[in-house]
């Protein structure tokens, strides 16, 4: 029989042992969590309650929003939670279903980055340029 380990769980590294900076994280994640959550729910809520905003600049300004609601919901949660009950453990299947979702997030966010850019880029097309038939 062949020596196999099987790595089920990942110690996730923080702070130096000797310094306890549990509470000053599990009160400075969740603040800018809070914080970053009523941005965006606000941004989402402006371009949708306005009609002038209905554009696709603003439609795909709100999808960032959202976009970035759901990044950072990905992390910092867990993050709290490791950090007031001290658990040092990730499993392997959480950690690659994280990072999954960071790397998609982060795709997505770039696409759509670049959608505004070519949006922007692009000249419109203007009555004058236009032939009627």
Known sequence: MANATMVTEFLL???PEGWDLSFLYFTVFPMTYLG???GNLLI???TTGDLNLHTPM????RNLSVLDMGFI???VPNACVNSLTGNRAISVAGCATQ???VIFCAYVEMLF???MAWDCYLPSASPSS???S
């Open 13 to 15: 590294l923080g702070s």
């Open 36 to 38: 970053t959550l009523l």
């Open 44 to 46: 989402v809520t402006v």
């Open 58 to 61: 603003y439609l795909v300004l």
């Open 73 to 75: 919901s990905i992390t």
């Open 99 to 101: 990072i999954f979702l």
């Open 113 to 115: 980055l670049t959608i």
């Open 130 to 132: 236009t032939r009627s």
